[in-house]
């Protein structure tokens, strides 16, 4: 009989997910269509979140950083090197995941606030470098086109649709991909290495070389979700990397649960409502240009704070505590 | 598997909410026309409202929903009110892109008009698919040329002079008026910068020097303008006893930032400065700090009356409608030119007829678009080939007060095209203001 | 023409040297001052307060508020500082202590400090968006800015860089005679190094953080006064000086004063030096490699008196 282990009921459960959203995407208008692009999009950068900060320890606040150089290596493989928009893809993730090795290779000796602040640093310094580089495109950036959806669907099929196939599909693969790396060998030399790094030394674990491992890969991923949203906004540029996305992803990951992948769709959901909700409530109690535009990050930052000290291990912890109080 | 249940129980309630979202609003089937009804016209616009380009132009939704107020409260557009929504893009491209798209799929509007920025507007035409929605994309705000680019921007109709325009009409100006002086230009380094390159050349002008090209943004790190104004010093030591042209071809804060820089080094007397239009608002200038001893003398170039101008119908017309539609405003350029994209807005919603489409509104625009009324003392452009709208300018010099007025005190209109046509002077007369500054053209 | 002209710039070459000293110093030392925050709070609650950035911003819109009604930045100044000793003191009693007691197991410990303080940032900074806007405002220097007359010709230095250094040292003094003159600055000091001795000794360790906490905010009221005339004023304008502030601090070894000092001038050298005789691009990569640099080769700081103590 057919053995249904835990990696195949997985692989059923993402196949299952992945046809759910394709019939659903041609229910749906383009408006959340789009949105649903943007909560895949983000959830798989803050699956990248998951696995650096969630799972090895490391807490990094240049995320954002690493989504650019994914983003502007597709962008410019696509538009300098005439690369079919797919390999753009391949080669975000890759150049952003060797970006990502070398970084590691620095930062990897680092612990706490010290790799906080680097990465802070990196944050903030990178996306200047756009300015610097002509070909880079200064604010003006780089078109990131993955072109229309093939003739044989029709005149009709819209832009958004061919976007969110591309996203969803993009992300599904790479979400699977990393839950699996977590349940294996790997995810629990990560959790080891986060709970105990001089046990985890002493048992053999190579600390330097797995720390590295995990930045490559998680940087691969973010490079991968930075090429992702670059299409949504169909071009790259420095300001669609700020800090406060690296703010908004961790906030995202701390508040669906910075320790487990089961909570990456919610968090990418959370950062799409968040600017809706605040978009209604300033229809609803009116309000100044500062108000609306500073509203979504006052959102993000307070939600940040109150995972921290009421679930920080997720909202999963938060029903565990009630079933264990009945 | 060793998850316990309330790990599996929260997996899957992500994943039912999630869907259950995008199941739960499936849209109905779309209205025929978007943002049209029997009552409202929607248009919307995105544009900076914050950030340092938001000091400028910060006031142009409000002045343009101040004149759609006005014609609401005079029977609208054959019955039915026009409604502007403003959305914030802080004149970054990305949020311009998110914005714009916001604007179609969540407000959905009828058309966009006044959209601002080169760069931001060229992202958010294409992610917003504007293209292949066919959404009219009316009298943008950019001088950008590549605007006119039918197949490009299948939608879009400019209103301001192209940036390759008025570099031309600044080359003829500093040929005729400061001969044998040396020049240098310092331009934004993207499209719109490179727009006025392209027509600097095109005009055959040669600088002293190197362009001096900087990405956006570059100015808002300290030290920067001082450094510029240094070189610009090793200008004046190269040709003693000259007072070179420094074309300033940027937005008002570079603008700004440089003069006061050049005030700060005790320079600015030793250069004539030539703000290009875009940068050369003076009430901002003086808003940003700039001396009024440094403004009196800065030339510029304009196509419209000065604001200040109350002998001016159009003008005198639209500071009434701000006194009492948009209070607490000052009246300025930027208002004026607001004021004026709206008044083209309503002369185009006419002219399409009640039957209201968005094609029929563009096609209206070609037909009957290079007579519309307005304040502009150059000719429109408009016709079945051509998304051009005003074409030329007049040079005009700025007092201690910030008041342009024609450079040696005659108004010479300059016209000329975006390539290599020469720049003539032209004999244009506007038309006459429709009464009480409403249209009632069809 | 255009040969001669780069010869030319190039011939301006002493007048340029001394500018970028002078230079160096007077941003150097608006460096040091959010450094020596930050290494403040770090040496008494082992946290990088990435919050003073807003902070710093807030205080100087307080200041900005003060100029609009009285006119005088002297009193927008005491007041900046004032209002930055309140609130990091507030901050520690209200929001630090008790985050710390309630987070105090788990791998999330590693975390809680650095989200905190981030989810602190953006919270200060929504609240000025919502209060004062977005816009860009500016205070006015209270002295000229303009370059001063040396020999002849004018440098690009001004009397208010010549300021900013005469308050930085200022400043600078009287901390180093409060923690080296004191028994407040002995409790600091104490308290830092080891709080159970310390609190073993009687001293009230938790009153003294609080207090580290109030003398950092006016440090960071203090840069926000001093650096905020040479630029533009909005929600987000201090954190490139966070950033830097940080590099300094991690140059400097984070564990003492001088350290904090020493290290942000050797940023703000290199960064001047980089960026004038090099290419101005090099701003922000300079800022970056020199922190690698010293991760690498001296991850405890160029300056730090022994390698022990890490995180």
Do not use: C
């Not at chain 3, 307060?49 to 100029?67: E, K, P, R, S």
């Amino acid at each position: 009989m057919l053995k249904l282990t835990p990696s195949k009921k997985r692989l059923i459960l993402f196949i299952i997910f992945g046809w759910i959203l394709l019939i659903l995407s041609n229910q749906v208008g383009d408006l959340k269509l789009y949105q649903g692009s943007f909560i895949a999009t983000y959830a798989l950068a803050i699956t990248s979140i998951i696995l650096l900060t969630g799972y090895s320890g490391q807490l990094s606040l240049g995320q954002s950083a690493l989504m650019a150089v994914g983003a502007y290596a597709g962008a410019l493989a696509i538009f300098n090197l005439g690369l079919h928009p797919v390999i753009g893809l391949f080669v975000a993730a890759l150049v952003a995941g060797v970006f990502g090795l070398l970084l590691g290779l620095i930062v990897a000796r680092l612990s706490g606030p010290y790799l906080a602040g680097t990465t802070l640093a990196l944050a903030v310094s990178l996306p200047t470098l756009a300015n610097q580089f002509p070909i880079l495109g200064a604010e003006e950036g780089v078109p990131f086109d993955v072109g229309s959806a093939p003739a044989r669907f029709g005149e009709d099929f819209s832009q958004y649709k061919w976007q969110f196939w591309i996203a969803s599909l993009a992300a599904l693969i790479m979400v699977w991909f990393i839950a699996n790396l977590l349940t294996s060998r790997y995810g629990r030399t990560y959790k080891a290495l986060r709970d105990n790094p001089v046990a985890a030394e002493l048992s053999g674990i190579n600390v330097g070389q797995v720390k590295v491992g995990a930045f490559a890969i998680s940087s691969g991923v973010a490079g991968l979700s930075g090429a992702l949203l670059a299409v949504l906004i169909s071009g790259v540029s420095p300001s669609a990397f700020p800090l406060s996305l690296s703010f908004a992803l961790l906030g995202g990951a701390v508040v669906t649960g910075v320790y487990s992948l089961k909570g990456v769709i919610l968090g990418g959901l959370v950062l799409v409502a968040i600017p809706e909700i605040a978009d209604s409530l300033v229809l609803r109690i009116g309000g100044s240009e500062g108000f609306t535009t500073s509203l979504p990050g006052f959102l993000v930052s307070a939600l940040l704070i109150l995972a921290v000290v009421f679930a920080p291990n997720g909202p999963g912890s938060l029903i565990k505590r009630e079933h264990h109080k009945k | 598997m060793i998850r316990n249940k309330s790990m599996r129980r929260a997996t899957l309630v992500s994943a039912i909410v999630a869907t259950g979202a995008m199941l739960l609003s499936t849209l109905p089937a779309q209205a025929a026309t978007p943002g049209v009804t029997a009552k409202e016209i929607k248009l919307g616009i995105s544009s900076p409202l914050t950030g340092s380009a938001g000091l400028s132009y910060g006031k142009v939704p409000g002045a343009m929903k101040a004149y759609f107020n006005y014609i609401n409260a005079n029977g609208g557009v054959y019955g039915r009110k026009i409604t502007l929504v403003s959305r914030d893009d802080k004149y970054l491209p990305v949020r311009a892109a998110t914005e714009t798209t916001n604007l179609i799929l969540k407000d959905n509007v009828f058309a966009l008009v006044g959209a601002l920025g080169t760069a931001t507007h060229a992202k958010a035409y294409k992610a917003a698919a504007l293209a292949a929605k066919n959404v009219p994309d009316l009298f943008v705000n950019t001088g950008f040329s590549g605007f006119t680019n039918q197949v490009k921007y299948p939608t879009t109709f400019m209103v301001l002079p192209t940036y390759a325009m008025e570099a031309k009409v600044i080359a003829k100006a500093i040929k005729d008026n400061f001969p044998g002086q040396p020049s240098l230009l310092i331009a934004q380094d993207d499209e719109f910068g490179t727009d006025g390159v392209a027509g600097f050349t095109a005009a055959g002008h040669k600088f002293s020097a190197p362009n001096v090209l900087y990405p956006q943004g570059y100015f808002s790190t300290p030290g920067r303008d001082a450094a510029v104004i240094t070189s610009l010093k090793g200008l004046l030591a190269l040709a003693p006893g000259s007072k070179p042209v420094i074309v300033l071809f940027g937005t008002t804060d570079v603008t700004a930032a440089l003069l006061k820089a050049a005030t700060d080094a005790g320079v600015e007397k030793s250069f004539t400065w030539y703000a290009g239009s875009v940068g050369a608002d003076a009430n901002t200038l003086l808003a940003l700090g700039v001396k009024s001893t440094t403004i009196d003398g800065v030339v510029s170039a304009s196509f419209m009356p000065d604001a200040k101008d109350l002998t001016d119908p159009y003008v005198k017309q639209f500071v009434d409608i701000n006194t009492k539609y948009n209070k607490g405003i000052t009246f300025d350029n930027y208002v004026l030119a607001a004021m004026n994209s709206a008044m083209l807005t309503v002369q185009a919603l006419r002219a399409a007829g009640k039957d209201l489409t968005r094609k029929g509104v563009m096609t209206a625009i070609e037909t009957k678009g290079a007579k519309f009324a307005s304040a502009g003392l150059v000719p429109l452009g408009y016709s079945a080939t051509s998304r051009i709208g005003y074409n030329g300018y007049w040079v005009s010099q700025l007092n201690a007060k910030g008041e342009g007025k024609p450079f040696g005190g005659k108004l010479v209109i300059y016209t000329t095209d975006s390539g290599a046509g020469a720049v003539e002077v032209s004999t244009f007369v506007r038309p006459t203001m429709p009464k009480n500054g409403i249209p009632t053209n069809s | 023409m255009i040969q001669q002209f780069a010869l030319l710039i190039w011939g301006i070459e002493m007048s340029e040297f001394i500018t970028a000293v002078l230079i160096s110093l007077s941003s150097g030392a608006i460096y040091a001052l959010m450094s020596i925050a930050l290494v403040l709070v770090w040496r008494s609650t082992r946290v990088i307060n990435f919050a003073q950035a807003g902070q710093a911003v807030l205080t100087t819109y307080i200041g900005y508020d003060i100029v609009q009604k009285t006119g005088s930045y002297w009193i927008a100044l005491a007041g900046a500082v004032i209002s930055g000793a309140i609130i990091g003191a507030v901050i520690d009693r209200f929001f630090m202590r008790p985050i710390f007691k309630r987070v105090n197991s788990g791998p999330i410990v590693m975390i809680a400090p650095v989200a905190a303080t981030l989810g602190l940032l953006g919270i200060i900074q929504a609240l000025i968006g919502f209060k004062w806007g977005l816009t860009n405002q500016s205070i006015e220097a209270p002295v000229s800015t303009n370059g001063i007359k040396v020999l002849g010709s004018v440098i690009a230095f001004s009397k208010f860089n010549l300021l900013v250094l005469v308050f930085v040292s200022i400043a600078v003094l009287l901390l180093t005679l409060l923690f080296q003159r004191t028994n407040i600055g002995l409790a600091l000091r104490a308290s830092a190094y080891s709080p159970e001795i310390a609190r073993l000794s009687g001293i009230k360790v938790d009153t003294v953080r609080t207090l580290g906490w109030a003398i950092a905010g006016a440090s960071g009221g203090l840069a926000g006064m001093l650096y905020i005339p040479g630029a533009f004023l909005y929600p987000n304008a201090m954190d490139l000086l966070l950033v830097f502030g940080f590099i300094a601090a991690v140059i400097g070894g984070l564990e003492s004063l001088f350290g904090a000092v020493a290290g942000a001038m050797v940023l703000a050298f290199a960064i001047n030096f980089a960026t004038t005789y090099i290419s101005p691009k090099l701003f922000f990569p300079t800022a970056f490699i020199v922190l690698v640099l010293v991760l690498l080769v001296r991850p405890a700081g160029l300056f730090a008196a022994k390698m022990s103590r890490r995180a």
